[in-house]
């Protein structure tokens, strides 16, 4: 059982290159989100989603998009990359909402380097 | 969201018990307590999760006080790879289910 898993683990990119996070989950989870952590600071939601062809805006979503065709796979595009955006990168995923006791698991992250 | 408050760093010798406090004094009656660490920059991982009553799973054990003002994770036999930073959440009631990672507290197993 492989979980939640992320590709690429590592990425560089050119400022206004555009790329795409990889996120995968075997679990036959309903939620999936995308979270960023910058260095020292906790997680902050990017995007997610509740379920296959629903999504919606977090905290911090501009110059992130995001689609869930399937259940399994919940990819984060990254539109024309930014200095600001590098950061570490976790994907997560979950059967039920968290505040109904449904625990969120998470990948192990894309760490991203925008020169 | 009820708002956690953790002490910043803990040692704890290899083979004991590390106990980690945890206090959520204006925890709502349907809020969990979630428990997730964070290894060397890893993806957080779960760890346990209880409502009202103790837990225990094969990684830790849960204690909630009765008035569910406070919880304590327990690890019964700390090793070197317990070392990490341990986050004390309770659950959120937003439709993200965005959880709120505060700045947790560091655990350091010594040999």
């Known amino acids: 059982n492989a979980g939640v898993t992320q590709t690429p683990k590592f990425q560089v990119l050119k400022t206004g290159q555009s790329m795409t996070l990889q996120c995968a989950q075997d679990?036959?989870?309903?939620?999936m989100s995308w979270y960023r952590q910058d260095p020292g600071m906790g997680l902050r939601l990017i995007h997610y989603s509740v379920g296959a062809g629903i999504t919606d805006q977090g905290e911090v979503p501009n110059g992130y998009n995001v689609s869930r065709s399937t259940t399994e796979d919940f990819p984060l595009r990254l539109l024309s990359a930014a200095p600001s955006q590098t950061s570490v990168y976790f994907c997560?995923?979950?059967?039920?909402?968290?505040?109904?006791?449904?625990?969120?698991?998470f990948g192990n992250g894309t760490r991203l380097t925008v020169t | 969201d009820a708002k956690t408050t953790q002490p910043t760093s803990m040692d704890c010798a290899e083979g004991r018990a590390a106990n980690l406090p945890c206090n959520h004094s204006t925890i709502s009656g349907n809020e969990y307590v979630y428990w997730y660490r964070q290894i060397h920059s890893q993806g957080p991982q779960y760890i346990i999760h209880g409502l009202k009553n103790n837990e225990t799973n094969e990684m830790a054990s849960l204690i909630i006080t009765e008035d569910r003002k406070s919880s304590t994770l327990i690890l019964p036999h700390a090793t070197l790879r317990d070392t990490a930073v341990y986050y004390c959440?309770?659950?959120?009631?937003?439709?993200?289910?965005?959880?709120?990672f505060g700045g947790g507290t560091r655990l350091m197993v010594k040999p």
């Open positions: 997560a995923s979950s059967y039920g909402r968290a505040g109904a006791g449904s625990p969120l698991h």
């Open positions: 959440i309770v659950s959120p009631n937003n439709a993200g289910n965005m959880l709120t």
């Open positions: 679990m036959n989870h309903e939620y």
